[in-house]
Protein backbone atom coordinates (compact mmCIF):
# COMPACT_ATOMS: atom_id res chain seq x y z
CA UNK A 1 0.00 0.00 0.00
CA UNK A 2 1.25 3.74 -0.44
CA UNK A 3 2.34 5.77 2.13
CA UNK A 4 1.98 9.39 2.29
CA UNK A 5 3.75 11.29 5.22
CA UNK A 6 3.66 15.25 5.78
CA UNK A 7 5.84 17.46 7.81
CA UNK A 8 6.96 20.75 8.49
CA UNK A 9 4.07 22.23 9.91
CA UNK A 10 4.01 24.60 13.42
CA UNK A 11 3.44 27.76 14.28
CA UNK A 12 3.96 31.07 12.69
CA UNK A 13 2.54 34.60 13.19
CA UNK A 14 1.03 36.18 10.71
CA UNK A 15 3.58 37.39 7.43
CA UNK A 16 5.73 34.36 8.24
CA UNK A 17 6.48 31.48 5.91
CA UNK A 18 6.35 27.98 6.38
CA UNK A 19 7.91 25.05 4.09
CA UNK A 20 5.70 21.64 4.30
CA UNK A 21 7.50 18.60 2.80
CA UNK A 22 5.31 15.31 1.70
CA UNK A 23 6.99 11.89 1.10
CA UNK A 24 4.81 9.24 -1.18
CA UNK A 25 5.95 5.45 -1.25
CA UNK A 26 4.58 2.45 -1.97
CA UNK A 27 4.93 -0.77 -4.25
CA UNK A 28 3.33 -1.07 -7.54
CA UNK A 29 1.88 2.41 -7.57
CA UNK A 30 3.20 5.10 -9.33
CA UNK A 31 3.06 8.79 -8.79
CA UNK A 32 1.45 11.31 -10.82
CA UNK A 33 -0.54 13.89 -9.58
CA UNK A 34 0.33 15.38 -6.20
CA UNK A 35 -1.59 18.48 -4.60
CA UNK A 36 -2.10 19.73 -0.83
CA UNK A 37 -5.48 20.23 0.80
CA UNK A 38 -6.70 21.67 4.02
CA UNK A 39 -9.18 21.12 7.04
CA UNK A 40 -10.33 24.00 9.12
CA UNK A 41 -11.77 23.55 12.25
CA UNK A 42 -15.61 23.23 11.47
CA UNK A 43 -15.32 23.17 7.58
CA UNK A 44 -14.71 20.43 4.61
CA UNK A 45 -11.33 20.03 2.90
CA UNK A 46 -10.79 22.34 0.25
CA UNK A 47 -7.64 22.54 -2.58
CA UNK A 48 -4.79 24.35 -1.59
CA UNK A 49 -2.50 23.25 -4.65
CA UNK A 50 -1.65 20.39 -7.04
CA UNK A 51 1.05 19.54 -9.62
CA UNK A 52 1.05 17.05 -12.46
CA UNK A 53 3.67 14.44 -13.30
CA UNK A 54 4.29 16.91 -16.49
CA UNK A 55 4.99 19.77 -14.14
CA UNK A 56 1.79 21.77 -14.55
CA UNK A 57 0.18 23.18 -11.32
CA UNK A 58 -2.94 24.73 -10.27
CA UNK A 59 -3.52 26.95 -6.82
CA UNK A 60 -6.80 28.10 -4.94
CA UNK A 61 -7.27 31.63 -5.54
CA UNK A 62 -6.87 32.30 -2.05
CA UNK A 63 -3.37 31.50 -2.09
CA UNK A 64 -1.92 32.43 -5.53
CA UNK A 65 1.04 34.74 -5.11
CA UNK A 66 1.79 33.44 -1.81
CA UNK A 67 2.07 29.57 -2.10
CA UNK A 68 4.59 27.68 -4.62
CA UNK A 69 3.75 23.99 -5.25
CA UNK A 70 7.09 22.10 -6.15
CA UNK A 71 8.70 18.59 -6.56
CA UNK A 72 11.94 16.48 -6.47
CA UNK A 73 13.68 14.89 -9.78
CA UNK A 74 11.82 11.79 -8.56
CA UNK A 75 8.79 12.87 -8.76
CA UNK A 76 7.41 11.09 -5.25
CA UNK A 77 8.28 14.23 -2.86
CA UNK A 78 6.55 17.85 -3.22
CA UNK A 79 6.92 20.69 -1.38
CA UNK A 80 4.62 23.81 -0.58
CA UNK A 81 6.81 26.93 0.33
CA UNK A 82 3.89 28.95 2.23
CA UNK A 83 4.74 32.73 2.34
CA UNK A 84 2.82 35.71 3.81
CA UNK A 85 1.07 33.48 6.29
CA UNK A 86 -2.36 35.20 6.92
CA UNK A 87 -4.83 34.00 9.82
CA UNK A 88 -7.38 32.14 7.87
CA UNK A 89 -4.15 29.66 6.55
CA UNK A 90 -4.58 27.75 9.89
CA UNK A 91 -5.79 24.05 9.10
CA UNK A 92 -4.62 20.82 8.94
CA UNK A 93 -2.54 20.54 5.54
CA UNK A 94 -3.06 17.07 4.19
CA UNK A 95 -0.84 15.64 1.25
CA UNK A 96 -2.38 13.43 -1.81
CA UNK A 97 -0.92 10.91 -4.40
CA UNK A 98 -2.50 9.52 -7.29
CA UNK A 99 -2.08 6.98 -9.23
CA UNK A 100 -2.66 9.06 -12.52
CA UNK A 101 -2.83 12.86 -13.72
CA UNK A 102 -6.61 12.00 -14.85
CA UNK A 103 -8.06 11.26 -11.75
CA UNK A 104 -9.32 13.28 -8.79
CA UNK A 105 -7.90 13.17 -5.22
CA UNK A 106 -10.54 11.33 -4.50
CA UNK A 107 -8.81 8.27 -5.86
CA UNK A 108 -5.17 9.13 -4.51
CA UNK A 109 -3.81 8.18 -1.37
CA UNK A 110 -3.38 10.69 1.96
CA UNK A 111 -1.40 11.38 4.64
CA UNK A 112 -2.13 11.84 8.02
CA UNK A 113 -2.01 15.72 7.52
CA UNK A 114 0.22 18.64 9.72
CA UNK A 115 -0.71 21.40 11.46
CA UNK A 116 -0.36 24.97 10.54
CA UNK A 117 -1.79 27.57 13.27
CA UNK A 118 -0.93 31.45 11.89
CA UNK A 119 -1.52 33.50 15.20
CA UNK A 120 -3.47 36.74 14.83
Known amino acids: QVQVVESGGGLVQPGGSLRLSCAAS????????MGWYRQAPEKQRELVAF???????IYADSVKGRFTISRDSAKNRVYLQMNSLKPEDTAIYYCNARPSDYLGAEFGSWGQGTQVTVSS
Open 26 to 33: GRSFSIYT
Open 51 to 57: ITSGGNT
